[in-house]
Structures are given as structure tokens and as C-alpha cells.
């Protein structure tokens, strides 16, 4: 296999990279001066040695613990569980959430083979007999498997005293009821609230 | 290029790339198809809430001859099924339920399959939460017959000779079903089915309703249904979703 080849296939395992973009991306890089493609192979080296799953929480991160739990400012009280370390960055965009994170590793999928031990569930459950927790954030996905992994958890974690909760699901900011779906209605009904 | 427009359930669900998701569908005229929903990650205008597992609705999808992956163009959902996710046994039995599909059935038209499917998820998300365990039996063996495997229960197996109903008999999975007592000597077997197993069987692919059962027939019933699909249907291949049903704890957490 030349070197051409070996680099397309390793670019084709990225997601969303086919064959054929990544012939293009590897006669791209051929097309540039050699420091950018040393730069980017340095880079792209270092990214695993560097980049590590925080101890506390399993955010990404270069530091152990990661920035938000070294965060003094921080409510450590209150924890949020999400799905993905993707999905901190997205809470945090929102600036409204001074609480902790806990990140699953993932939802529970079982045509995928995805049971709760493959979910730092365990985890979090010691964290929260070892912290003062006061609050648990159910954030997973409102699809039909982060539901099911949020019924899981709120069943793991109750128990341990902490109050549970799920962030709640309805009609989008700056949405229009006639073009929303039955799904999201009903659900937005459900979830009402007194004003 | 076709469109195709068929009834749908969305089985399994992942995504592709920055903005699409790739769907595997159970349809009405078309079999079990692989779709991608374009850009269905960035906006839920044009597929809305459809694109969660075990919703049904209509389908429109271009279809390409000789390729794999076909074009999702619209899916109006009928029904979602968000039920499915307030239980844990629930969830896994279904989830059970879709591998059987995605796994067995082929992507011709296959109605009566597709009807068997849309009953017993219905069923499985009214199901108690006691019940579960029943009611995806029930339903995986509704699954099977339709896919053209259901066992005998009425008569020999091997010599067709009809059956006492009220006998406790042996079933051999390689024979697909109950043996008389001539036969069941040249086939051995490894089970037995007590006669109240055997019409509980009968009902559940008769699509009649039979009660909450003992935590042990329930494991038994459990186990004769792997077996019956090792033997048939799974080859070496493991079914994943089928074992976490089975198996793991957490689904009747």
C-alpha cells in the first residue's frame, strides 16, 4: 500500500469522511508546504498523549481534574448528566448552569450492545455517596434511548438521597405551535407548568 | 428514480456526519430499507420528532437499485411510541424486538411481518411493567412465524401424526417443534414442553393474550425462544439486544 493510500484510509475512518474526500484531504495536504503536514501530524500526535478523560466528571480535558472541577465558583452540589463531553460545551454556551457535570460515555442502546456497565453510572453514584450532592440534572438526549438512560439513572441515583430532575423538553425559543410536530406538543402539554 | 411511499417503523438510529442520521426501517412494501435523513441533526423542520426509534408514519424515499443506502425524502409519523422509554423492560423488549427484524427479515414486501411488528410494540408500550417479559415473548414469537419459521405445536414435527393437547411433549429445536413419542426417540431433545407451555405458545402465535407468568416459566420460555432462534435463524452471530433482554438485570431495574 503506498502512502497515499494508507493516509485516505485513515482519513475515511473519520466520521462523515468517504473515500473520495479523503483522496481529496490527502492530495490537499500533498499540495502544501511539508511543515503544514508535519504541523498537523505533530498536532494530531499529541492529542491523545495530551488530551485524557477528567477522573472526577470524564470531560475532556488536558488537566486532571478538568477546569470546571477545579472551579471553586462553581455549585458542587448540583450535578448535570449529560451523554457526551460534546454536550458540556453546548450546556455551557447557554451560561446558565453553575453546577458540576458528569459525562455518561454515552446512552444506553442495546442493538448496539450498550449496557449500563458501559456508562460511568457507577461512577456517578459513588460520587454522589462520597459528595454532598443535593441535585441531580438528567440532560441526556430527549430521544427514545436517553430517556431510557435517564430512567435508569433517576433509578440508580434516588435511592442515594439526591434529588433528581430532567431538564425539560417542549416548544423551541422563538418556535411557532402550528409547524411543530404532534410528538413535541404532546410533550409540551404534558410538561406544563403553573404561571 | 422510483419514489416509494410505504408505512414505516424506524428501528435503529444513528448518525452520520456533522448534519444526517442514517435510519434502518421496518416498511410495508418494502422490507427492512437503510436510509439517510439529510440534514435531519441540524433542523427538525423537515423530519421533526419522526426520527426516533420505534416511531411509525409514512414514509416517501428515492430508491436507487443495486445501492445499500437510500434516500429519506419525508417521514410523517403517525404514532411515536415514547411509552417504550417510561419502562425499563419495556425498552429492552422492544429493542429485542427491532434486532429480530433488522437481523432476519429481507427487504421484500413483507405486510403481514410489518403488521405483527407495528401490534406488538403497541403492546409492548401498554404493556405492565410486570409484564413485559410476556408480552415481548409474545410478540418475538409472533416475529418468527411470520418470518416463516413457526414451530408445530398441534402435531409431530417429524411425522405429523396430531398430538393429545393435554401431553407434556418433547420439542427439538432442529425438528422445529413438538415430537410425538415414536419420533421424539430418533430426535433427541434437550426440552420438554408441559402442555400449559405448549397452548400458552399456541396463543401467543395466535396473537391471543395470556397472563403474568411465574419468574421461572417466564426464564424457561426465555431460553426455548433462544435456542429455537440459534437453530433457525442467528447462526453464530450473537444478537446483542436480544441478550440484554434476556440477561441483564438492569432491564427490570
Keep these: ?195 | 428514480m422510483p419514489l416509494v411511499v410505504t408505512d414505516a417503523i424506524v428501528l435503529h438510529a444513528f448518525d452520520y456526519s456533522e448534519t444526517s442520521r442514517i435510519l434502518r426501517l421496518a416498511t410495508r412494501e418494502a422490507g427492512v430499507l437503510s436510509v439517510l435523513a439529510r440534514g435531519a441533526r441540524r433542523s427538525k423542520k423537515r423530519f421533526g420528532s419522526a426520527l426516533d426509534l420505534f416511531a411509525e408514519g409514512t414514509i416517501e424515499v428515492l430508491v436507487r437499485d443495486q445501492r445499500d443506502l437510500q434516500t429519506l425524502c419525508a417521514f410523517d409519523v403517525t404514532h411515536s411510541r415514547p411509552t417504550l422509554a417510561s419502562d425499563l423492560g419495556r425498552f429492552a423488549g422492544a429493542s429485542a424486538l427491532a434486532e429480530l427484524i433488522l437481523r432476519f427479515a429481507t427487504d421484500e414486501r413483507q405486510v403481514s411481518l410489518f403488521d405483527a411488528l407495528s401490534r406488538s410494540l403497541d403492546e409492548l408500550a401498554l404493556a405492565p411493567p410486570d409484564e413485559t417479559r410476556e408480552v415481548t415473548l409474545a410478540g418475538a414469537w409472533r416475529l418468527v412465524g411470520e418470518l416463516g419459521f413457526a414451530p408445530s405445536l398441534d402435531s409431530c414435527s417429524a411425522c405429523h401424526a396430531d398430538l393429545a393437547i393435554a401431553d407434556t411433549l418433547p420439542f427439538s429445536h432442529a425438528a422445529g417443534g413438538v415430537l410425538c413419542a415414536n419420533c421424539a426417540r430418533l430426535h433427541p431433545s434437550g426440552r420438554t414442553l408441559p402442555a400449559a407451555e405448549r397452548a400458552r405458545l399456541g396463543a401467543w402465535m395466535a396473537d391471543e393474550r395470556t397472563g403474568k407468568m411465574s419468574d421461572p416459566d417466564s426464564r424457561a420460555h426465555q431460553r426455548l425462544l433462544r435456542e429455537f432462534l440459534r437453530e433457525h435463524l442467528a447462526q453464530d452471530r450473537a444478537l446483542r439486544a436480544f441478550e440484554m433482554w434476556e440477561h441483564a438485570p438492569w432491564s427490570r431495574a
Aim: charged share 25%; glycine share 8%.
Design chain 1, 1 to 195: 500500500m503506498s502512502a497515499i493510500d494508507d493516509l485516505a484510509t485513515e482519513l475515511a475512518k473519520l466520521p462523515g469522511i468517504g473515500r473520495k474526500t479523503a483522496l481529496r484531504l490527502t492530495y490537499h495536504l500533498l499540495k502544501q508546504p511539508p511543515e503544514q503536514s508535519k504541523r498537523l501530524a505533530t498536532v494530531l500526535a499529541e492529542l491523545s498523549d495530551r488530551v485524557h478523560r477528567c477522573s472526577v466528571c470524564f470531560n475532556l480535558t488536558e488537566a486532571d481534574p478538568c477546569g470546571i472541577c477545579r472551579d471553586g465558583r462553581r455549585d458542587r452540589t448540583v450535578i448535570c448528566v449529560v451523554e457526551e463531553a460534546s454536550d458540556i460545551g453546548a450546556i455551557e454556551r447557554a451560561g446558565e448552569f453553575r453546577g458540576v457535570y458528569h459525562v455518561l460515555g454515552g446512552r444506553l442502546s442495546p442493538l448496539d450492545g450498550v449496557g449500563p456497565d458501559d456508562l460511568t453510572i457507577r461512577q456517578l453514584t459513588e460520587r454522589i455517596q462520597s459528595d454532598e450532592i443535593r441535585e441531580v440534572i438528567v440532560a441526556t438526549n430527549p430521544s427514545l434511548e436517553g430517556e431510557a438512560t435517564a430512567l435508569f439513572v433517576q433509578r440508580q441515583v434516588a435511592p442515594l438521597g439526591a434529588a433528581v430532575t430532567r431538564i425539560a423538553r417542549g416548544i423551541p425559543i422563538g418556535g411557532d405551535l402550528e409547524y411543530a410536530d404532534g410528538v413535541t406538543i404532546a410533550q409540551a402539554l404534558s410538561a406544563r407548568r403553573a404561571m
